[in-house]
């Protein structure tokens, strides 16, 4: 695994899962996915909504690519692997921000377009500054 011990520890919004908590989440929906149902448990362990359980995951992967600490296929993959909870969410209500935003930042990653030159690293050029501008804005 990754550095994923040390993230966690400076998201900009209220933290309600331990890390050991994160870090499995994350492990599971890269592994596995995801679905809404797979967080009951988490649900009634720590008293919280679906929505904090995926936002919390989504900034903490977001956190992890941003510093290096996470390379973009991991936080891809465990993305892609929250991303029918987060649909299944919106289907009843709103859609938890900043997890959706975040799931399509890393998803502008997955290709080259037809300008990118070989060299182009997708999730540097697209992904990369997307995530840093939700970050920055739920900084202030």
């Not at 992890?64 to 465990?78: I, K, N, P």
């Not at 050029?125 to 970050?135: D, N, Q, S």
Request: hydrophobic fraction near 40%.
């Amino acid at each position: 695994m990754q550095r994923l011990s040390e993230l966690g520890k400076s998201l900009p919004m209220i933290k309600v899962l331990p890390v050991s908590e994160l870090q499995a989440l994350c492990v599971e929906a890269e592994r596995n996915g995801i679905a809404l149902s797979d967080l009951d448990s988490i649900r009634s362990k720590f008293g919280v909504s679906p929505e904090a359980i995926l936002n919390e995951v989504a900034l903490t992967v977001a956190q992890g690519y941003a510093t290096g600490a996470l390379s973009y296929e991991f936080c891809d993959d465990v993305m892609n692997g929250i991303a029918n909870a987060i649909v299944d969410l919106g289907r009843v209500g709103e859609l938890p921000q900043p997890a959706f935003s975040l799931y399509q930042a890393f998803d502008e990653g997955e290709w080259h377009r037809n300008s990118d030159s070989p060299e182009d690293d997708p999730g540097e050029k697209y992904t990369r500054p997307l995530v840093l501008e939700i970050l920055s804005d739920l900084e202030r």
